[in-house]
């Protein structure tokens, strides 16, 4: 089954640096999507990159995507305190072939020091 | 800006007793979603559900599961007979289109 994995398992930065995270997979996808959990909290959808795209853009976030290598990356830009969380990537597959069921990784911790 | 929500937020429950946690997906979304997180682990897949059908369902979803929309907008999943190791927090999703899913606060599960 395919499994998103992600490194590092934990992130710390000073605040104002860049946060990169890491995924990778090892089936074939349709999309992967990321996001962000506060402790204890709900998931807050992040982007979603599809299979034919490489690379996605949304404010301070950058992701991009390499099928060939099944892997994606999260680059947080100019990161702030509020940005401490855990980061996960989620694969997805078409529906017809398995309901568009998320499969998630382990996550990243990113911790931001003021 | 429309969300997922969900109750109770917190369920408390005796070994062997029917839960039902409730959601209620954005109002246009026509895909909707259980997943569960077990404290300090990963999320993963319960069941998925379209067109008032189930589509799709894990290993983890057994005959003590089930899923209903009872009306345009409730989604519900009851769990027969807990047990201890149904300790968990419950998400429930929606998706417009079967792509981008947004997940609800949560429940968690507390079984005793």
């Known amino acids: 089954s395919q499994q998103g994995e992600e490194d590092p398992q934990a992130l710390s930065i000073q605040e104002g640096e860049n946060a990169t995270m890491n995924c990778s997979y090892k089936t074939s996808i349709n999309n992967l999507q990321w996001y962000r959990q506060n402790s204890g909290r709900g998931l807050v959808h992040l982007i979603l990159i599809r299979s034919n795209e490489r690379e996605k853009h949304s404010g301070r976030l950058r992701v991009t995507l390499d099928t060939s290598k099944k892997s994606s990356s999260l680059l947080i830009t100019a990161s702030r305190a509020a940005d401490t969380a855990s980061y996960f990537c989620?694969?997805?597959?078409?529906?017809?072939?398995?309901?568009?069921?998320?499969?998630f990784g382990e996550g990243t911790q990113l911790t931001v020091n003021p | 800006e429309p969300e997922v929500t969900q109750t109770p937020s917190h369920q408390v429950t005796q070994m062997g007793q029917e839960v039902i946690l409730r959601c209620v997906p954005i109002?246009?979304?026509?895909?909707f979603y259980w997943y569960r997180q077990i404290l300090g682990q990963k999320v993963e897949f319960l069941v998925s559900f379209y067109n008032n059908e189930i589509s799709e369902k894990s290993e983890i979803f057994d005959d003590q599961f089930s899923v209903e929309r009872p009306d345009g907008s409730n989604f519900t999943l009851k769990i027969r007979s807990t047990k201890l190791e149904d300790s968990a927090m419950y998400f429930c999703?929606?998706?417009?289109?079967?792509?981008?899913?947004?997940f609800g606060p949560g429940t968690r599960l507390t079984v005793l």
């Open positions: 999703a929606s998706s417009r289109r079967g792509d981008t899913q947004y």
């Open positions: 109002s246009n979304h026509l895909y």
């Open positions: 989620a694969t997805g597959r078409p529906w017809e072939t398995s309901g568009s069921r998320l499969t």
